[in-house]
């Protein structure tokens, strides 16, 4: 059969770093109130020409150089994002634009903190079904311009950057040993929508809004959730979370992770921590953590990774491959 296979990858970081110390001096928090509820000490910041479509060309432009390949090689860019450079057109058609792309087709997928999860999902689809041979997948954000800089409960918590993946189609021999996205589960509830949401938009406010989040209703869903699609990946295949190499979580708090972590048995050394050096980067987090794992030789070709995340909606979802 035919599988989704990761060919290269890259990120991308604005120039600014942003310490905790450094919010001390605009607002009132601590870097020690941060650290020890969050995991963070430093993000990432956007300068005004810095945007998620050229975050996410750079982030794309570092995958292709890992992969060995250029723009002309690949079929479909998807990108996942909740920070687009504009209404429409799509981030995704800028970033064709920027690679210089005037071939296939190119959308955005918006699920929030979960859209890299979605958008891997849908790209095996494409693949899998042979509307398409080779990927882009990207996660963008500049969720700084988004934040409330006077809510010190929120403007701590996220950071600007880009992460990118090609997947690639290659034939499997349909078992669990095949490189590539071995199964998938998403999921997706409305009803949760006041506890993580912007409180703007084109057809309400007329305009961009800020980001509001209940923090402690949006922490005790969480770990629910998210061990909930893990294991229903897991139970698709028939692997459990002895046999996994690697865990690879949205990067939204600490506490989360080494919760999901513990409920599953997975030891925190087989877990893939990028919160403190990115803050919540939204759908940028995984490929970003990815390219960081992969780049220091921990995520090796042949391990078993889990992907999963959380976001806003509430939107969950996790994705399970062999490296």
């Known amino acids: ?33 941060i650290v020890q509820r969050t995991g963070i000490t430093q993000r990432y910041i956007a300068a005004p ?33 909740s920070t687009p450079d504009n209404t429409f057109p799509a981030t995704a058609v800028n970033i064709q634009y920027r690679l210089g792309m005037t071939h296939g087709f190119a959308f955005d997928m918006q699920a929030v903190c979960t859209g890299f999860v979605y958008a891997v999902t849908t790209a095996d689809s494409f693949i899998r079904s042979g509307q398409a041979r080779r990927v882009l997948v990207i996660g963008t954000e500049t969720f700084s311009r988004i934040l409330d800089w006077t809510d010190r409960t929120t403007c701590v918590l996220f950071g600007d950057g880009a992460g990118a993946i090609v997947l690639e189609a290659e034939e499997g021999a349909g078992t669990v040993a095949d490189r590539g996205v071995l199964a998938a589960s998403l999921r997706s509830d409305g009803s949760h929508k006041e506890k993580l949401y912007v409180d703007g938009g084109p057809s309400t406010t007329g305009t961009v809004g800020h980001l509001r989040m209940e923090g402690r209703e949006v922490f005790k869903h969480a770990v629910g959730m998210i061990t909930d699609v893990i294991i229903d990946a897991f139970d698709k295949t028939g692997l459990t979370p002895d046999d996994l190499d690697w865990l690879v979580p949205h990067q939204a708090n600490r506490r989360i992770i080494e919760g999901s972590a513990k409920k599953l048995a997975i030891p925190l050394e087989k877990v893939v921590i990028t919160v403190d050096l990115h803050g919540n980067t939204s759908a940028a987090s995984i490929p970003l953590a990815l390219a960081v794992a992969a780049s220091d030789g921990r995520i090796k070709k042949g391990d078993l990774v889990m992907l999963e995340a959380m976001g806003g909606g509430f939107t969950w979802g996790s994705v399970l491959l062999r490296w």
Do not use: H, Q, Y
């Open 1 to 33: 059969m035919i599988r989704s296979v990761v060919r290269g990858f890259g990120a991308a970081l604005p120039k600014r770093v942003v310490t905790n110390s450094e919010l001390e001096k605009t607002v009132d928090t601590t870097d020690e109130w």
């Open 49 to 81: 020409e810095e945007t998620s479509a050229s975050l996410g060309a750079d982030a794309a432009r570092a995958a292709l150089e890992n992969a060995g390949l250029t723009p002309a090689d690949i079929d479909v860019i998807i990108v996942a994002t």
